[in-house]
């Protein structure tokens, strides 16, 4: 079974560090490229960062360029989100997702997508 | 950026009626390359991560009941439930992957009346 379970979420102050991870299982993690979208409350998606299958290419949404770094280890079919500086509206659940455009270092479409880690972001 | 919007924000349907949501891309998501539309389709449950129904604004993901069916081009898309199921009671929102950032709509919620 295609599996992706996130952790590492919780409440951190205003200016303060997480490092999300998502555990890949049931398929061959180096083949994909993988992605972090989040849901702040009551709101919509919104992506916030991609990395190809050989971490050759990495994009990132405008809000959280510069302080947020996507990287993976493929050894250990692992995907991390390395969040600093982080801001009130950085509250959301985080959720890591395989991109399905394979062959192909842009992002596609997302499936799965694991159940979501929650990080609050207050004082 | 690519702004999505969606309408209506929430719709009731009666059982086995047919649903319609309109998704809405503020400039063309079509790749005159390939020809495709860069578009795709997810249902989100509470409680329960998003699931993917559609990409390349037709093509049904495996697994995905027939009754779900997308369509449109350029900047105009829809999703239709042609039969409206309990388990289908959902929030549905549409995602471009033409061009970074790639963003989604801000979902329509789809209730039983």
């Known amino acids: 079974e295609v599996q992706l379970v996130e952790s590492g979420g919780g409440l951190v102050q205003p200016g303060g560090s997480l490092r999300l991870s998502c555990a890949a299982s049931?398929?061959?993690?180096?083949?994909?490229?993988m992605n972090w979208v989040r849901q702040a409350p009551g709101k919509g998606l919104e992506w916030v960062s991609y990395i190809s299958s050989t971490s050759s290419r990495m994009q990132y949404a405008d809000s959280v360029r510069g302080r947020f770094t996507i990287s993976r280890d493929n050894a250990k079919n692992s995907l991390y989100l390395q969040m600093n500086g982080l801001r009130a509206e950085d509250t959301a659940i985080y959720y890591c997702a395989r991109d399905l455009r394979i062959g192909y270092d842009y992002v596609g479409w997302f499936d799965p997508w694991g159940q979501g880690t929650l990080v609050t972001v207050s004082s | 950026d690519i702004v999505m919007t969606q309408s209506p924000d929430s719709l009731a349907v009666s059982l086995g009626e047919r649903a319609t949501i309109n998704c809405k891309s503020s400039q063309s998501v079509l790749y005159s390359s390939d020809n495709k539309n860069y578009l795709a389709w997810y249902q989100h449950k509470p409680g329960q991560p998003p699931k993917l129904l559609i990409y390349w604004a037709s093509t049904r993901e495996s697994g995905v009941p027939d009754r779900f069916s997308g369509s449109g081009s350029g900047t105009d898309f829809t999703l239709a439930i042609s039969s409206l199921q309990a388990e289908d009671v959902a929030v549905y929102s549409c995602q471009q992957y033409y061009s970074g950032p790639f963003t989604f709509g801000p979902g329509t919620r789809v209730d039983i009346k």
């Open positions: 049931g398929f061959t993690f180096s083949s994909y490229g």
